[in-house]
Nanobody
Framework: QVQLVESGGGLVQPGGSLRLSCSASGSISSIRTMGWYRQAPGKERELVATITSAGSTNYADSVKGRFTISRDNAKFMVYLQMNSLKPEDTAVYYC???????????????WGQGTQVTVSS
């Protein structure tokens, strides 16, 4: 069984910073792409940033220049450094991993349970 667990959310003032972490565990053989998505109240879940196993990154236009995604392949972890936070960044942030698992290297797409980020004064 594969599990993704996020941490690092919380309440921060506009202009502040937070760092989210996501740890993947279980019978993982390798992780292809890892990413962060977010969902604000009344809105659909949207992509924030992704990173491939080779380190190639992709960001939503709304977070470019403010957020940085990184990963530790050896530890099966992905991070999201969020700077210059704005009230519109308020959402539940979800970790996602496209990975291979088990002895037969089956492919699966997994999500964490989400962590709340609130940007407010």
């Amino acid at each position: 069984q594969v599990q993704l667990v996020e941490s690092g959310g919380g309440l921060v003032q506009p202009g502040g910073s937070l760092r989210l972490s996501c740890s993947a565990s279980g019978s993982i053989s390798s992780i292809r792409t890892m990413g962060w998505y977010r969902q604000a109240p009344g809105k659909e879940r949207e992509l924030v940033a992704t990173i491939t196993s080779a380190g190639s990154t992709n960001y939503a236009d709304s977070v470019k220049g403010r957020f940085t995604i990184s990963r530790d392949n050896a530890k099966f972890m992905v991070y999201l450094q969020m700077n210059s936070l704005k009230p519109e960044d308020t959402a539940v942030y979800y970790c996602n991993a496209d990975l291979m698992y088990g002895t037969t290297w089956r492919r699966g797409d997994y999500w964490g349970q989400g962590t709340q980020v609130t940007v407010s004064s």
